[in-house]
């Protein structure tokens, strides 16, 4: 939550859906006292028309006792269950550096150490002969994105130093009063961002990772990648990627703020990037860009503060600061320094925005894949994979009022292709379509391309497009452009492999974009939390899910519902639509994926609504199917500018699980959000990350002024101590079973 400033740069016309439609006819009571029924479990749709999965739904239901709420300082699991650490921020991954002092006292070397906010991430087993295996073995990787962020004061002995007049020791998100940052900490920034990938090995029942493993590496902010795209549009997708490191445009360095990932039909890895656009500056009086690169950088909030000659300053790091000549520094300052693009790095920003393929099994060159789009990406989740048709991937764009998109291939499945690597990348990820969502009030939506030759975004007037390649780097535009649905935060993807259908998290928006007046049928909350902490708008987010016309990736009409309002539940029944209890309530769901072995939709948070009442959890959910439910009618109510406004907003909602099919499974260390989540093949294994325990810390002053609002995983007795550190931990049953089930 911290990794989001106040990033609403939406600010084309695109509206909600404000048609008031016929009241509905079934009334939340009726819901609630079980009209519509809780979902059976043995009435789970399995998918025959997507043959080929190895997945099944749930034989029996959820059987681990619910974990209350908890603002305790460790994880909570169900009785039956335990967890180990198996890797935290600043674990070595080579033995010929130091164990992590966890005192900030790190050298340069934070490319051969784990890397800091474990994020999205997923597992990969090792066949004998050394390469990706479909069937389970007792090795295998773990590549893990870290997310990483502004607040690096961690890993400083005094936390972030600015040098600036106002002595300021750091900023989230803030204006840096732009001293001369030193060099070692900036470098230590830069690496501990990007992807780490490391060899686990598995011994009786448990898995540890491998230091000095052949497999270890890390991805950073500075390691060389390759920009990938359509062969038509390559020349001038260049154009737009020239820097003084590469004046040809056709590789860039390194990867930022890797949030969710996708794992592809093939066995490689997405690494998705979000957060990107705050690590650039414009440092005072610096020349102005021209008036369309200033538009796009406004639209992605690209050091938004400095877009002119009069810039003052920019959020960002000040990473440019230690020196104008050593472009590991310079390549930040992103103002037009020299005669043209090619003496400077004002395209840097365009370098980043992409998902990043990576062969965690190799140490090939990662390819940043332009025709899935640049935006604030969250994660890309494959939908089942049908052989002898195309892929679609969905994506969702992370910021306030964006967009939900899909990539679909050009080229159609092969199974021939698993274990492919990045070749198997080029065939699929490169050509291609791209599409935002538009949901219509009535339950529908459809699937519009975002193509040059669409009039609506070749003559757009608040964007000139050059061309296809200048829609799929600026596809926030183009999607303004077709009047894509503005959505409440879009977080992660999840297909559930019993059906096909598509669930995404929405996590929470406020109340500057959604008011009883300003929702429509899929955002359709506008509300005040009454009790402790009092957000507005949609503090507590929502879950929505799809099913394409006749499940085809190519389809361009679907039918949603929502799977799942978050709620405290002592809220009003006009807010708690889903019926959620002390059990199961939670807010700003953000991490979701389906277990493939068991058909778990699990749900984690990152919240900073109901933080007073329990930390960030996990849960457990059986679900349904798109239009389990029925249509409601919300009663939205919530002061605005100092009067009370009500309207009502039609939406549909899945059917209610209640307590039976969605349960609270963990709940985290105080401050940190939940996120990422794998398994081995048996389903007897989980991995899931503790992001950035502690958040809240702050750091001024001294190593002795640092206040940790945690000591995990160092209380829990893994390493050292004192600073909190992100982790992956492995969670297993005591009996050896199946988790969940
Ligand atoms: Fe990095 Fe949108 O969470
Ligand atoms: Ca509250
Ligand atoms: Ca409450
Ligand atoms: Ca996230």
């Known amino acids: 939550m911290a990794h989001h400033p106040d990033d609403n740069t939406n600010v084309s016309n695109n509206e909600h859906f404000n048609d008031v439609l016929a009241q509905a006819s079934i009334s939340r009571r009726s819901l609630f006292k079980g009209g519509v029924g809780l979902l059976a479990v043995g009435s789970l749709p399995m998918l025959a028309a997507c043959g080929g999965s190895s997945s099944s739904a749930p034989a029996a239901g959820l059987a681990f006792t619910a974990v209350g709420k908890s603002i305790l300082d460790n994880v909570i699991l169900p009785p039956g269950y335990t967890y180990t650490v198996l890797h935290a921020t600043g674990d070595r991954l080579v033995s010929s550096i130091p164990a992590y002092s966890n005192l900030g006292t790190e050298t340069d070397e934070w490319s051969m150490r784990v890397g800091d906010h474990h994020d999205g991430m997923d597992f990969y087993y090792i066949g004998a002969d050394g390469k990706y295996s479909t069937k389970p073995t007792d090795r295998a990787v773990l590549a893990v994105n870290h ?6 004061h961690f890993f400083h002995p005094n936390g972030q130093t600015s040098n600036g007049v106002n002595g300021k020791k750091f900023s989230q998100f803030g204006n840096w009063d732009l001293g001369t940052r030193p060099a070692l900490e900036v470098l230590k920034e830069i690496n501990h961002h990007g992807v780490s990938v490391v060899e686990l090995r598995k011994s009786d029942t448990s898995w540890t990772y491998v230091v000095d493993s052949l497999y270890n590496r890390r991805v950073t902010a500075q390691t060389p990648v390759r920009i990938a795209g359509p062969a038509a549009h390559m020349d001038d997708i260049k154009n737009f990627m020239v820097t003084a490191f590469d004046t040809t445009g056709a590789t860039a360095r390194g990867t930022l703020n890797n949030c969710g990932h996708g794992i592809t039909p093939w066995g490689t890895y997405l690494a998705c990037e979000e957060n990107w656009a705050v690590y650039f ?20 909030g690209v050091a938004r503060a400095a877009l002119s000659a009069t810039a003052t ?31 400077d790095f004002r395209n840097e920003p365009n370098t980043f925005g992409f998902n990043v393929e990576i062969d965690p099994l190799t140490n090939g060159t990662p390819a940043k894949r332009v025709a899935m ?50 070749a198997a990348g080029d065939k699929y990820l490169n050509e291609g379509k791209l599409y935002a969502a538009k949901f219509n009030a009535d339950g529908t939506g459809t699937w519009i391309e975002l193509t040059i ?20 780097i600026n596809a926030r535009h183009a999607a303004d452009a077709v009047g894509a649905t503005k959505m409440d935060r879009p977080e992660w993807g999840a297909v559930n492999p019993a059906n096909g259908e598509i669930y995404m998290t929405l996590t929470n928006n406020s109340s500057a974009n959604r008011t009883p007046g300003k929702t429509d049928a899929v955002n359709p909350r506008g509300y005040a939390d009454a009790d402790g902490k009092k957000g507005t708008g949609n503090p507590n987010g929502h879950i929505i899910r799809w099913k394409e016309k006749d499940n085809l990736s190519t389809a361009t009409a679907f039918n949603w519902d929502i799977f799942l309002f978050g709620a405290e539940e002592d809220m009003p029944a006009n807010v708690n639509l889903s019926g959620l209890t002390a059990k199961n309530s939670f807010s700003s769901p953000d991490g979701l994926w389906f277990s493939k072995a068991t058909g778990i939709c699990w749900i984690q948070t990152d919240d900073g609504a109901y933080t007073d009442e329990t930390n960030c959890m996990l849960l457990a959910a059986i679900p349904g199917k798109v239009g389990d439910g029925s249509k409601i009618s919300v009663e939205n109510k919530m002061v605005v500018s100092g009067t009370e406004v009500t309207a009502k907003q039609d939406t549909f909602i899945g059917a209610a699980l209640g307590e039976a099919n969605l349960r609270r499974f963990l709940v985290a260390p105080k401050g940190a959000e939940v996120t990422g989540i794998t398994e081995t093949a ?38 050292p101590k004192g600073r909190p550190r992100s982790a992956t931990i492995v969670i297993t049953r005591t009996d050896g079973g199946v988790i969940g089930l």
């Open 147 to 152: 997310e990483s962020s502004a607040d690096a």
């Open 281 to 300: 500056n414009m440092p005072v009086g610096s020349n102005a860009v021209d008036a369309k690169t200033a538009e796009s950088r406004r639209r992605y």
């Open 313 to 343: 300053s920019g959020s960002g790091q000040g990473w440019y600061t230690p020196s104008e000549t050593d472009n590991r520094f310079s390549r930040w300052n992103i103002a037009p320094i020299g005669s043209g693009a090619a003496d």
């Open 373 to 422: 789009g640049r935006f604030a990406h969250e994660a890309a989740v494959f939908g089942l994979p049908v052989v002898g048709k195309p892929l679609a991937v969905y994506q969702g764009c992370d910021s306030r009022n964006e967009y939900i998109y899909k990539f679909v291939s050009a080229a159609n499945w092969d199974e021939k292709d698993i274990g492919g690597g990045m």
């Open 453 to 472: 030759t669409d009039p609506r975004i070749s003559g757009y007037a608040t964007y000139s497009f050059a061309n296809q390649a200048d829609v799929f």
């Open 682 to 719: 048996d389903g007897k294994t989980i991995f899931v990350n503790i992001q950035h325990p502690g958040e809240n810390t702050t750091a001024i002053g001294t190593a002795t002024d640092f206040t940790h609002t945690s000591q995990w995983p160092g209380n829990a007795g893994y390493g």
